[in-house]
Structures are given as structure tokens and as C-alpha cells.
């Protein structure tokens, strides 16, 4: 007798405990369909929340390991100002990376467990990261595709429903125009440049040109997250729709170059009013995507060299931390120890 009560009375708390979710559900959806930000501190349901972690992580990831390929240019930039400017657009990339592992942090994640993760391979990054520089006109294809991929994606995320990564992609979005300014400014000098010059362009526009498509993931019909990410306001357009926004933007900047997109297929139709285009090899994006890209296993070494290397760095950090909170602060008009 007295078990079946405790059972009905479990099953009872149950039922108000479901229902309390389902109200709270409710009302996050409101939210989110009035347009109010969703921020750290309120109701969320948890799938949106690890949602949220592994897209800005992964965004984090993707600035952090981007600089890399650039990085490698620094020291072979053609002129003083171009180092300078190539520098400080690096640094820029850092910078990103840093916003957005503290709007993680946000969602309940330390720093360390996130950044483990991509140092052992179980966290993704952007796979357009995983090819190489081979020439200086790389540098100006990064800025002009890959910074240009990046901002129509970035530019929807401004909107995105929470609050946190919203505003870290306002001051983002901000950065990366000039960025794509500075990787077009490159190429037309380029273009305009002797024979070889020219050639080196068009060589890495031919490169570039199919990874930087793929940077907007598969096709809609293919997209795991897509479907639950609008409805939550996460993402605000489709992969492809973003992807179409890219190339009819690309196809008429290519024309002011005198460059050409290694596309037999693209072709300007009037009733869509829309560039169609070629489809993507989607088998080389996935191989990218698992770690067998031409410069995965690099990129993942160069980071977990990196991590290493700053060991004593972070050790410094924690100890003269440690060190303020146990000593009495420095009467004012002393000098400090
Ligand atoms: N590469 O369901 P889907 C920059 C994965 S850096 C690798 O459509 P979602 C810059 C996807 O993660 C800017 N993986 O996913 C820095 C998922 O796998 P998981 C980088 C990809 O999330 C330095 C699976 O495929 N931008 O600007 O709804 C120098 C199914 O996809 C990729 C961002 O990170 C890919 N390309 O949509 C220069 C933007 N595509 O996670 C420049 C933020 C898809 O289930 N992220 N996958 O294992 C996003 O907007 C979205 O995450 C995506 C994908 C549109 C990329």
C-alpha cells in the first residue's frame, strides 16, 4: 500500500516537473519569436545551450587556427606596410578567438575544457584552414574570399538570439570588412602587375575559390543542426542561401580584377536573378572536415605546440595572481615590490 503511494506520488512530481519544462519551453520560444536576447543567466533549454557551445566554440577554434596560414606570411610580406597591415589583421583573428571563448565561457564551459577539445581533435574548426599559403596572392585570396565568406555568415550572427555571441559578432563583423578590403586591395595590385604577377593571382583565386564555398557547410538537405538553429534564431539564413549571396557578390568583384573563377558552370540566370554555379566536391570537404585535409595534422601540432610552449606563461599568470590576494596592497605613494 504504502509503495504504491510513493509511486504515485513520484509519478505525480514527475508530470509537474515535465510540465514546469514544457511552460518554460514555452516561454523561451516566446522570447526568442518577439525578438528578445536570450542571456546567461535565464532559462534555456539544454539542447540550445550545448547548440550555442559547440558553434561559438568551434567559431573560436576557427579564428584561432586561422591564423596560421597568414602567420606564415608575416616574415615574407613584400613590403614594410604590408607586414604591418598582415600583423595587425592577425592579430585581429586573436582577438576574435578571444571574444568568443569568453562568450562560451558564458554558457557555463571553462576555457580549458573547450580549448582541450580542440587540441585532441574532438572539437571541429572551419575546414577552409586546413590548405595552405603557397604564394603572397594567397594572402589577398584569404582576405577577399575567406574574410568575405566569413562576414555574410557573421553579418546574419549579429542577430543571432543570444545576447553574448550577438555582440561579440558586432565588433567582429566590424574588423573582418576591412579585412576583405585589405585581401581585394592586395590582388588588385597584383592584377595589375607584370605577367607573373597576374598569374599568381589567378593561380590562387583557382585554389581558394571551391574551399571558400564550402566554408558554408553542406547543402541545406544535409545540415544536422540547421532546421532546430532557425527555429531557435541561432542562424538566421540557410547554408545555401548564404553560400548564393557569396557567389553572385564574388562573381561581379572577380570582373573588376579581370579574374576569372574556376567555374565552367557559372553563368549569370535573369529569371533567378542569380549566378548559378558548379556543384562542390562534397567528398573533399567531409575528408577535410574528419582531419585528412592537406594541412589538418599541421594545424593541429602548431596549436598543441603553442599550448605547450606557453605553459610558464600561464604558470606566471596563476602565481602573481596568487601573489596579490595574499599580500597587504601597497600603501598609496609607495613604490610597489
Ligand atoms: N568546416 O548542420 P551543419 C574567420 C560541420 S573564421 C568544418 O550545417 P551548423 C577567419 C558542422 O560543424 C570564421 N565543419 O552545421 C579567421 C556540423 O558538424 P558537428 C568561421 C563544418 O553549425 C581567420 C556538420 O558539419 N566562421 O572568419 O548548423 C582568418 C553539419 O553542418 C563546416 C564560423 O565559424 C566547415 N566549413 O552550420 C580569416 C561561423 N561546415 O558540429 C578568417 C559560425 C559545417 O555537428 N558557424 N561543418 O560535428 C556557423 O555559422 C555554422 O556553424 C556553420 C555550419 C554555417 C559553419
Known amino acids: 500500500m504504502l509503495t504504491r503511494t510513493v509511486i504515485r506520488f513520484s509519478n505525480f512530481v514527475m508530470k509537474i516537473q515535465i510540465m514546469a519544462v514544457q511552460e518554460l519551453e514555452k516561454l523561451f ?6 525578438e528578445i536576447k536570450i542571456e546567461p543567466k535565464d532559462w534555456m533549454p539544454e539542447k540550445y545551450r550545448q547548440t550555442l557551445i559547440r558553434q561559438i566554440s568551434q567559431h573560436a577554434h576557427s579564428e584561432i587556427v586561422g591564423m596560421l ?6 616574415t615574407r610580406a613584400p613590403s614594410l606596410k604590408r607586414k604591418a597591415i598582415l600583423l595587425a589583421k592577425v592579430q585581429d583573428e586573436a582577438g576574435h578567438g578571444l571574444y568568443l571563448y569568453a562568450a562560451t565561457e558564458t554558457l557555463g564551459v571553462t576555457r580549458e575544457q573547450t580549448i582541450n577539445d580542440l587540441h585532441t581533435g574532438k572539437a571541429k574548426y572551419s575546414s577552409i ?13 584569404i582576405g577577399w574570399l575567406v574574410d568575405g565568406a ?67 557547410g553542406p547543402h541545406d538537405s544535409e545540415s544536422t543542426h540547421s532546421d532546430q538553429s532557425m527555429k531557435w534564431k541561432i542562424k538566421r539564413k540557410g547554408n545555401d542561401e548564404l553560400r548564393q549571396s557569396f557567389v553572385d557578390m564574388i562573381a561581379e568583384q572577380a570582373k573588376v580584377l579581370g579574374m576569372t573563377l574556376p567555374d ?4 549569370w540566370n535573369e529569371d533567378e536573378r542569380h549566378y548559378d554555379f558548379g556543384e ?58
Open 29 to 34: 520560444q516566446g522570447k526568442i519569436d518577439e
Open 69 to 74: 596560414p597568414e602567420g606564415n606570411w608575416i
Open 129 to 141: 584552414f586546413n590548405y595552405p599559403t603557397l604564394t603572397w596572392a594567397d594572402i589577398g585570396a
Open 150 to 216: 566569413a562576414i555574410l555568415n557573421q553579418v546574419m550572427l549579429t542577430r543571432t538570439s543570444y545576447g553574448p555571441y550577438a555582440r561579440a559578432m558586432v565588433r567582429i563583423c566590424r574588423e573582418e570588412s576591412f579585412h576583405q578590403r585589405q585581401g581585394f586591395e592586395i590582388l588588385l595590385v597584383l592584377s595589375k602587375g607584370t605577367k607573373k604577377q597576374k598569374e599568381m593571382c589567378q593561380d590562387a583565386i583557382n585554389r581558394w575559390w571551391w574551399p571558400s564555398l564550402m566554408m558554408f
Open 264 to 267: 565552367n558552370e557559372l553563368k
Open 280 to 337: 562542390i566536391n562534397w567528398e573533399e570537404f567531409w575528408n577535410v572536415v574528419k582531419g585528412n585535409g592537406p594541412c589538418n595534422k599541421q594545424r593541429l601540432e602548431a596549436r598543441n605546440r603553442a599550448w605547450q610552449n606557453g605553459e610558464w606563461v600561464r604558470e606566471a599568470a596563476a602565481a602573481y595572481s596568487e601573489k596579490k590576494k595574499t599580500k597587504p596592497p601597497t600603501p598609496k605613494g609607495a613604490l610597489a615590490a
